[in-house]
Each structure stands twice: as structure tokens, then as C-alpha cells.
């Protein structure tokens, strides 16, 4: 058999895309710990070489999800481990409760609203329209909350990503033009608006920072897959 022939094969093309998403993901890893600025974080280097590369390939993104669907369903348990460092902050957690469920609440709906209103203001409707709204959650919840609701979860795995970098890089100006004192402050407002990735950039900030923007990170995405009927109940009714 050909190289042409074998890359034609549904499993050689998954384990090739598999292949390269991993290696991207580990380069542009080694990229940022050498320069660690926000344009340069791997959620953003990796994404635009696999664009690069599928673009020359004329590789369609569905065939793409198609290959690497189990590493998006690593995320999963991924997700999960954040719950080692929320339980080291039970205490904190504990004390603060309210504060949390009003901030996870209250971020949520801004989010929701948010994107309503982009979608409102470039004109954006049906399945696209509501694969956004989902977008200030980390990808596993998301994508989850966006299969409910109507939307396409592969696409609103982008529109995480894309959220989860300019969150992050606005959470640092944030911090530096706010007055947010509190370690919880500054995890809540990394793990509400930039999920994932702001987890992460809150973990640089801080050990507790990074647990309670874990914390808020999974909760708000527990809380929006219980929600999601009743939002669909309520566009529908």
C-alpha cells in the first residue's frame, strides 16, 4: 500500500491527527516556558499550527474532531483532578461559600447575556447562536451543555478555547487595574471568566488562587449541564 493509500485510511488519518495535535501541544509548550506571554500560551500556539497544517492539507474540521475525539474525552478526567487542590481549600471553601455560589451565579448569567448579545449584534442565529453560549465554561461541561441545547459541541469546543485565551490574557490586566486583594477574588475571577486556562494562569499566580478558580471552574460547569433543560424549556415555551 501507498503513503497516499495508508493516510486515506479512517485509522491512519486519526492516529496521524492524533500524532500531531500532541506533538504541537508539547512544542508550544516548551515555546512558552522559554516565553511565557499570553499570545504564546500552547491553548493558542497549538490550535493555529493544526489550522496551518489542515488548511495546506485541505483537511475539513469535522474530520478532524473525528480523529482526536478521545483526546476530548481526556478532558473529562482531566476536570476531575482539580479536585485535589479544592480539597486542600475545604476550609476556605467552607467559610466563603456564599460569596462563591453568588459570584458562580452572577458569572454565569453575564457570560450567557454576553453572548447572546455578540451573537445579536454580528447577526448570528440558530444551531451557531447557541453553540456560543456555552462558551465561558471549561470544553467537557460545554460541550455537553451545547448537545442539550441544540448547538454543535465540536464548535463550541473553539469557541472555548478562544475564550478560555482572551480570558486569561484580560484577567492579568484586570489584576492590575483592580483592587482585588483577596486571593479568592482573584481565583474566582480567573476561574469564572477564563475557565481552563485561566485555572492554569491562576495556579502561576498562587497555589490557593488556583484552587478556588478550579473549584469555581467546575461547579459553574455543573451548574450549567443542570440548567440546561431548564433553558431549553424556557426558549421553547
Same mark, same amino acid.
Given at each position: ?57 485541505? %483537511? ?7 480523529? #482526536? +475525539?478521545?483526546?476530548? /474525552?481526556? *478532558? $473529562?478526567?482531566?476536570?476531575? =483532578? ?28 453575564t457570560a450567557m447575556a454576553s453572548s447572546w448579545a455578540l451573537a445579536s449584534v454580528l447577526g448570528i442565529d440558530g444551531e451557531l447562536r447557541l453553540s456560543l453560549l456555552p462558551r465561558s465554561i471549561s470544553t ?13 459541541? %465540536? ?7 478562544? #475564550? +478560555?485565551?482572551?480570558? /486569561?490574557? *484580560? $484577567?492579568?490586566?484586570?489584576? =492590575? ?61
Open positions: 500500500m501507498s503513503s497516499q493509500a495508508w493516510l486515506n485510511e479512517p485509522v491512519a488519518r486519526a492516529a496521524a491527527w492524533s500524532l500531531a495535535t500532541i506533538l504541537f501541544y508539547l512544542l508550544a509548550k516548551r515555546i512558552y516556558r522559554f516565553h511565557p506571554r499570553w499570545w504564546l500560551m500552547p491553548l493558542a500556539v497549538a490550535p493555529a499550527l493544526l489550522g496551518t497544517l489542515a488548511f495546506v492539507l485541505h %483537511e475539513p474540521y469535522r474530520d478532524y474532531i473525528r480523529g #482526536t +475525539g478521545w483526546l476530548v /474525552a481526556m *478532558l $473529562g478526567p482531566a476536570t476531575v =483532578a482539580f479536585a485535589v487542590p479544592i480539597y486542600e481549600q475545604r476550609v476556605l471553601i467552607r467559610r466563603y461559600w456564599a460569596f462563591l455560589l453568588a459570584g458562580m451565579v452572577m458569572g454565569s448569567l467537557p461541561f460545554a460541550m455537553e451543555v451545547s448537545g442539550e441545547i441544540g448547538g454543535v459541541p %465540536e464548535l463550541t469546543a473553539v469557541f472555548v478555547v478562544l #475564550t +478560555g485565551i482572551i480570558g /486569561a490574557a *484580560l $484577567g492579568d490586566i484586570l489584576l =492590575a487595574r483592580l483592587p482585588l486583594r483577596s486571593k479568592m477574588a482573584r481565583g474566582a475571577l480567573f476561574g469564572v471568566g477564563a475557565h481552563g486556562a485561566g485555572t492554569a494562569r491562576a495556579n502561576q499566580i498562587g497555589r490557593e488562587e488556583g484552587a478556588i478558580a478550579g473549584l469555581v471552574m467546575v461547579l459553574v460547569g455543573l451548574m450549567n449541564v443542570a440548567i440546561a433543560p431548564l433553558f431549553m424549556y424556557l426558549m421553547n415555551w
